[in-house]
């Protein structure tokens, strides 16, 4: 009886179905890594309106696949200024909510919508005022605050390494340059546990 047991077992193993991967669960977390553009896809980087943007961010999941995202960006977005470019640079933290609202069987592909509560600090040329030509930049480096919408695609190569979309509108008071701006980035997530 024991060894027919056994059987069935090793015949159930061999012929079942490949059964979805423990994704998503709650108490999950990961560190992710995007790159992307801002204010549009232009990939030159010497067009003068080409600007990108980095975050570093970290996660957990929660019921029904819905996440807690805390992360610290990068932005830069270099200004024409006759023979030389001037930076505008913003290194901001943002914490949000994301709802997942869509995904399909196989736990491969998720869809999310975020919002988050961002703060942070813009400088522009580094705080460096005078130019070469003796031209004084007028805009003062600003302490920001404010948030984003943010819709999210996640596609999972394998248990731990995820392939991430992102669109993102921000608005973030106190810039003197761009209170909003459009990003689109990808980027890869490591699930840590």
Not at 23 to 39: E, F, I, P, S
Not at 41 to 61: G, I, K, Q, R, V
Not at 149 to 157: F, K, V
Request: glycine share 8%.
């Amino acid at each position: 009886m024991k060894r027919i047991f056994l059987l069935f077992i090793i015949i159930c193993l061999i012929a079942a179905p490949e059964m979805p991967a423990q994704r998503t669960l709650q108490g999950q977390r990961g560190l992710q890594l995007t790159a992307g553009t801002v204010n549009g896809l232009n990939l030159n980087t010497n067009s003068p309106d080409f600007a990108c943007h980095a975050e570093l961010a970290f996660s957990e999941y929660v019921k029904n696949a819905n996440k807690w995202v805390f992360g610290a960006e990068y932005l830069e977005k270099d200004y024409p200024y006759k023979s030389i470019k001037i930076p505008q640079t913003q290194i901001t933290a943002d914490a949000g909510y994301y709802l997942n609202f869509l995904s399909d069987a196989r736990k491969i592909l998720f869809m999310s919508v975020g919002a988050s509560v961002a703060g942070g600090y813009e400088t522009v040329n580094w705080d460096n005022k005078l130019l070469f030509d003796g031209a004084t930049i007028n805009d003062k480096d600003n302490f920001l605050y404010g948030g984003a919408i943010t819709i999210e695609a996640e596609a999972y190569l394998t248990n731990r390494f995820v392939l991430v979309a992102n669109a993102r509108e921000r608005y973030l008071e106190g810039s003197s340059i761009n209170k909003l701006t459009f990003q689109v980035g990808v980027g890869v997530k490591y699930v840590i546990n």
